[in-house]
Every structure is written in C-alpha cells, then in structure tokens.
C-alpha cells in the first residue's frame, strides 16, 4: 500500500508546477513562524463571524 501512495505522491509532485511547490513551502514555513497564540485569536474571530453570519441569515 505504502508503494501506491508513494508513487501517487510522486505522480501528484511531477504534475504540481514548481511556483506552486515553492508558495506552499513558504505558507508552510510561514505557519511554523506565527504563534499558536495567533491560530486561537484567529479561531476566535472566524467563530464569532459564523456566529453572527447564521443569526443574520440563518442557517445550522
């Protein structure tokens, strides 16, 4: 099994284009960068605007 996933993986990277690759590699480093502290007020937020977003105009 861990062949096929390996080979998936490396039929996916082939396909991803370079820019790509590289723009999630700085995404990724820039997520390792930013505090955890950052990722809860974030949280907080989105929340608070689904929150307000469903009173507004409803929703589950």
């Known amino acids: 099994m861990n062949d096929t996933m390996g080979g998936n993986k490396r039929k996916?990277?082939?396909?991803?284009?370079v820019k790509v690759i590289i723009n999630m590699d700085?995404?990724?480093?820039?997520?390792?960068?930013?505090?955890i502290k950052n990722l809860h007020e974030i949280i907080g937020k989105l929340t608070k605007w689904d929150e307000k977003y469903k009173?507004?105009?409803?929703?589950?």
């Open 12 to 17: 996916a990277l082939s396909k991803t284009s």
């Open 26 to 35: 700085i995404a990724v480093e820039a997520l390792n960068k930013t505090q």
């Open 55 to 60: 009173e507004k105009f409803g929703g589950s």
